[in-house]
């Protein structure tokens, strides 16, 4: 029997390279975000046509808990209870504390922290009946350690981090497993913008801002691939992973050991 899972904000980059490479694994898929509709259909068909799996389509908002409960009970009526759970829609806003805007701060904790709240109280009663879940939290190194001018995203990735550990031991004896992958800067539209946002932050260029900032921070120089996180999170789903549960997983070239 093919599992269900959900990956958050997977109309692309970290979250559609999750998506895919759950479909790959044998799993039916739900995939969530916002973008232009052809190319999200287009997203859609070639998942369920490469992987032979079913693959959804949700628009929920997830800043809106009626939208995520509403997701929850189309999933359920369509694909029965869910099976794997991702917690990946994210977004960014690069300011100095004092000028950054109120309502990019409420934008952020709800999204990348409140978000994994409802989509979680939704999931774990029908983990629980099954005795089956995993769920796996996309953090950040961000959740670890801090930079200047993120203060909204590092304390929702903080954030996070706490909410898998508190929540990794209340599924721990029901065959539960709650995770969190903690990536270094991975090249995806978030970080593109983010060079942007950051040059002008500090008013360097954006070559120095890659060189100076973004990979000034990972010792091996590199961005981290979109499929290092897949190849993770599908790892997190199998047996061998049992008794992973509540830790924050690093993929960021050895940033947060420094
Ligand atoms: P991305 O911008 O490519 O993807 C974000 C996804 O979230 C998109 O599918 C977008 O449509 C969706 N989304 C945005 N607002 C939404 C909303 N209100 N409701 C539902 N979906 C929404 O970014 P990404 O880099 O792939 O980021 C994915 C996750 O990975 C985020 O949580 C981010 O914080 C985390 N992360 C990214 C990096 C990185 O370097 N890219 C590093 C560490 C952690």
Redesign the pocket.
Known sequence: MPRTAIV??????????IARALAAAGNNVVI????EPAAIEKLRASIAAEHHVTCLYSS?????PDQIEAMFSTVKEKLGPVDILV??????HVSPVEDFPVAKWD?II???LS?AFHTTRLAFPGMKAKKWGRIIN?????ALVASPFKSA?VAA?HGILGFTKSTALEGAQHGIRVNA???????????E??IADTARARGISEEAVIRDVLLAAQPTKE??K?SD?AAMAVFLTTEAANQINGAALSIDGGWVAQ
């Open positions: 958050t904000g997977s109309t692309s980059g970290i979250g559609e390279g969530n975000g916002f973008g929920a908002d997830m800043t809106k917690n990946n829609a994210g977004v960014q934008l709800a999204l990348n978000s996309i953090a950040s190194a961000h995203y990735k992958i903690c990536p270094g800067y991975v090249r995806t539209g978030l970080v913008n983010q961005f981290v979109v996180i």
